[in-house]
């Protein structure tokens, strides 16, 4: 049976990534994380003193790194930077503070479009993102724009944040929030935006079984389709 490429875009702590994972996994599917890719970029260049304004500087980083994903049987999905494990490193507030404007530069969005393109190639894939609709899979058979209100999406970060040890004010995660929406829907490089034919789901009361069940029925539709 031909697969399909699901494609999920959003904003920050809608819970892209959880919905992703799930439902590769629920079809046998690859699960890329592209967020995880933009992130560990954006580590590269904090832990080398690299000024990502200068695009020489820059230019000469995005050649120097390499990104790739590693299924662990106990700690399930992990990303690799050059080699190395930062799974848990590029979730930190720091990284999180300059994501969206490394996310901006046209030279890293070129680089990793193509690396998420070549990982879609000819399988079934699940990826989310901000663009994955738009630009890197505008053919995608399925594509899904997920929503959640603001609080929502604060209470889940602050949540997220303290499994990973680290104590953050909601004021910090609200102002970081607010700014990387601003940055990722008025980047002029692929700004983050709805698809035409993508399904808007707003899961602020959704409980993650519920999503899934939801998208599965989706996808068992797209894939029929695909296959009719």
């Known amino acids: 049976m031909k697969p399909i490429k699901i494609a999920i875009d959003g904003y920050s702590s809608c819970g892209k990534s959880t919905l992703a994972k799930a439902l590769a996994q629920s079809l046998g599917y690859l699960y890329v994380d592209s967020g995880a890719m933009y992130r560990a970029f954006t580590l590269f260049f904090l832990e080398n003193g690299i000024d990502y304004t200068q695009p020489a500087a820059a230019q000469k ?31 930190e507030m720091d990284v999180s503070q300059h994501v969206s404007p490394v996310a901006t530069l046209p030279l890293v969005r070129r680089a990793l479009v193509q690396q998420q393109q070549e990982l879609g190639r000819n399988r079934g894939i699940a990826m989310d993102g901000r663009d994955i609709g738009t630009v890197v899979f505008p053919q995608a058979e399925m594509k899904i724009f997920l929503v959640a209100e603001r609080e929502e999406r604060i209470r889940r970060r602050q949540e997220q944040l303290h499994q990973w040890g680290e104590v953050v004010s909601v004021e910090n995660i609200r102002r970081n929030l607010f700014e990387r929406d601003y940055i990722d829907s008025t980047r002029s490089d692929s700004p983050l935006m709805q698809a035409k034919d993508a399904v808007r789901l707003d899961n602020t009361n959704l409980s993650e079984d519920e999503q899934l069940a939801i998208c599965l029925t989706l996808a068992e539709l797209r894939i029929a389709a695909a296959n009719a």
Do not use: M, Q, S
């Not at 790739?68 to 930077?81: C, E, I, S, V, Y």
């Open 61 to 91: 980083a995005v050649a120097a790194v390499k990104i790739d994903f590693h299924l662990d049987p106990l700690a399930g999905n992990r990303t690799l930077l050059n080699g190395r494990d930062v799974e848990d490193r590029i979730r």
